[in-house]
């Protein structure tokens, strides 16, 4: 790839909620004229300007790409070393943007949660992206990275301390505070949508290994939790994680990649506490029944057209104060020979857009001036095989995540 690009990174959608906040991080973070040259693009020259001048800053370069239109797409990745998308629902708006990336050799990372697109982005560009040169890096904010970089840093540290991996890995999300983006619950719809008309979308999607390299796509790891339990090691009771179902796949296609290091019996659940004692029980059969409500209903029906008016629309989401007054911590536990080693994650901010837009900008960043510090792996890859150690530095020093051993 060429490194005399005009643009260190460029977000694309920084009219919508997400690609706003990534914009106002870097202003704040990185200034304009700093170390990290950056631009702001979208389809709507108007909506941009107002973006630019709700941040103060009219200096921000501004450029035009839609989705519809390819050459713009392509003059788009020719002018950057990274592209950083917020244009979602990805399976809607993505396809063409990946291909563009994929032909002008430029880093490319989202906050994809599709399953069934990620799964065809790695059947159609995971050769040629290699062949590239560039690395194509989904799920990039509260899905995947704690749960990735998380198993990443546990891993790391099991293996530095006692010379060996764990051989199981339990991700429980512990507390969390936040709201959904109409974005989000866009994209949600779309997948069952997707899924509601295609059964091989189904098959993708319910796999525990269905984003693993063709060939691999089986293991140990049964489907994800659908009840609520006791946790012997929490002593607490743990429900349905809704994000498990992209989380486990990419924790999983990070394994595959790297040839299985944990060994090909490694396994990998993840769930959430919902409290000690018959409150957290109780806790848990009412949000498994809040998820089922949500699930629920055909997509275009009564009851489903009825739902989606409690939830906001595309370009909505939690505001400033509730941002900031949002967190999660996940606890990291896992199982070795003779003992059990526990990490703790923890997020500044509310995980899907204060934290969220932090760590992918902290991503594109990374791909952008940690290029020396990589790991030597091209394709279509997750956050933990493409930056490694350079991204959780990233992401402590700048992003507002903790990762650490619990003593
Ligand atoms: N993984 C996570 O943790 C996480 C967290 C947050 C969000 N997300 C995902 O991020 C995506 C964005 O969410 P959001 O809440 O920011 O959504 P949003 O507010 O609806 O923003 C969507 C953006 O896409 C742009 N867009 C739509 N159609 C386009 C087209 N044809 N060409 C170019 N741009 C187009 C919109 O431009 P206009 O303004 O011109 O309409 C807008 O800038 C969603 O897929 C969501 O699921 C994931």
């Given at each position: 790839?060429?490194?005399?690009?005009?643009?260190?990174?460029?977000?694309?959608?920084?009219?919508?909620?997400?690609?706003?906040?990534?914009a106002?991080?870097?202003?704040?973070?990185?200034?304009?004229?700093?170390?990290?040259?950056?631009?702001m693009?979208?389809?709507?020259?108007?909506?941009l300007?107002?973006?630019r001048?709700?941040?103060?800053?009219?200096n921000?370069?501004?450029?035009?790409?839609?989705?519809?239109?390819?050459?713009?797409?392509?003059?788009?990745?020719?002018?950057?070393?990274?592209?950083?998308?917020?244009?979602?629902?990805?399976?809607?708006?993505g396809?063409?943007?990946?291909?563009?990336c994929?032909?002008?050799?430029?880093?490319?990372?989202?906050?994809?949660?599709?399953?069934?697109w990620?799964r065809?982005?790695i059947?159609?560009?995971?050769?040629a992206a290699?062949?590239?040169?560039?690395?194509?890096?989904?799920?990039?904010?509260?899905?995947?990275?704690?749960?990735?970089?998380g198993v990443?840093?546990l891993q790391r540290?099991?293996?530095?301390?006692?010379?060996?991996?764990?051989?199981?890995?339990?991700?429980?999300?512990?507390?969390?505070?936040?709201?959904?983006?109409?974005?989000?619950?866009?994209?949600?719809?779309?997948?069952?949508?997707?899924?509601?008309?295609?059964?091989?979308?189904?098959?993708?999607?319910?796999?525990?290994?269905?984003?693993?390299?063709?060939g691999?796509?089986?293991?140990?790891?049964?489907?994800?939790?659908?009840?609520?339990?006791?946790?012997?090691?929490?002593?607490?009771?743990?429900?349905?994680?809704?994000?498990?179902?992209?989380?486990?796949?990419?924790?999983r296609r990070?394994?595959?990649?790297?040839?299985?290091p944990?060994?090909k019996?490694?396994?990998?659940?993840?769930?959430?506490?919902?409290?000690?004692?018959?409150?957290?029980?109780?806790k848990?059969?009412?949000?498994?029944?809040?998820?089922?409500?949500?699930?629920?209903?055909?997509?275009?029906?009564?009851y489903?057209?009825?739902?989606?008016?409690?939830?906001?629309e595309?370009?909505?989401?939690p505001?400033?104060?509730?941002?900031?007054?949002?967190?999660?911590?996940?606890?990291?536990?896992?199982r070795?020979?003779?003992r059990?080693?526990?990490?703790?994650?923890?997020?500044?901010?509310d995980?899907?857009?204060?934290?969220?837009?932090?760590m992918?900008?902290?991503?594109?960043?990374?791909?952008?001036?940690?290029?020396?510090?990589?790991?030597k792996?091209?394709?279509?890859?997750?956050p933990?095989?493409?930056?490694?150690?350079?991204?959780?530095?990233?992401?402590?020093?700048?992003?507002g995540?903790?990762?650490?051993?619990?003593?």
């Open positions: 790839m060429s490194t005399k690009r005009e643009f260190d990174v460029i977000i694309w959608g920084a009219s919508g909620f997400t690609g706003r906040l990534v106002e991080y870097y202003l704040n973070t990185y200034g304009l004229d700093g170390e990290l040259k950056w631009a693009a979208g389809r709507n020259q108007t909506k300007e107002e973006v001048k709700g941040l103060g800053n009219d921000i370069p501004l450029i035009l790409a839609d989705s519809h239109d390819t050459a713009s797409l392509n003059e788009l990745a020719k002018r950057t070393k990274v592209v950083c998308t917020t244009v979602g629902p990805y399976a809607k708006y396809n063409e943007l990946v291909a563009a994929v032909e002008n050799g430029t880093d490319y990372c989202d906050l994809a949660g599709e399953t069934q990620i065809r982005m059947d159609k560009h995971h050769k290699k062949e590239a040169g560039c690395r194509i890096v989904h799920c990039c904010g509260f899905d995947s990275i704690p749960s990735d970089m990443y840093f540290e099991a293996k530095h301390h006692y010379g060996e991996y764990c051989y199981h890995i339990k991700m429980r999300l512990k507390a969390a505070k936040g709201a959904m983006s109409g974005g989000t619950f866009a994209s949600m719809n779309n997948v069952m949508l997707e899924a509601s008309k295609d059964p091989e979308v189904k098959k993708v999607i319910f796999n525990p290994y269905g984003l693993n390299p063709q691999e796509m089986s293991g140990p790891d049964k489907p994800d939790m659908q009840s609520v339990k006791y946790d012997s090691d929490l002593k607490a009771w743990i429900m349905p994680f809704i994000m498990a179902a992209i989380n486990t796949r990419v924790v990070s394994h595959a990649l790297k040839s299985y944990y060994g019996d490694f396994l990998y659940d993840e769930a959430m506490m919902s409290g000690k004692g018959f409150t957290g029980r109780a848990g059969y009412a949000g498994l029944l809040t998820l089922g409500l949500m699930m629920a209903g055909k997509p275009g029906s009564w489903k057209n009825t739902i989606n008016r409690f939830f906001p595309p370009g909505e989401g505001n400033k104060a509730e941002r900031e007054a949002g967190f999660f911590t996940f606890s990291v536990i896992g070795m020979n003779d059990t080693l526990v990490a703790k994650v923890t997020g500044d901010r995980p899907g857009y204060g934290s969220t837009s932090k992918l900008g902290e991503s594109a960043a990374c791909l952008a001036l940690d290029k020396k510090h990589l790991p792996m091209c394709g279509v890859l997750t933990s095989t493409a930056m490694g150690d350079a991204l959780l530095h990233r992401l402590e020093e700048k992003a995540l903790g990762f650490s051993i619990e003593p």
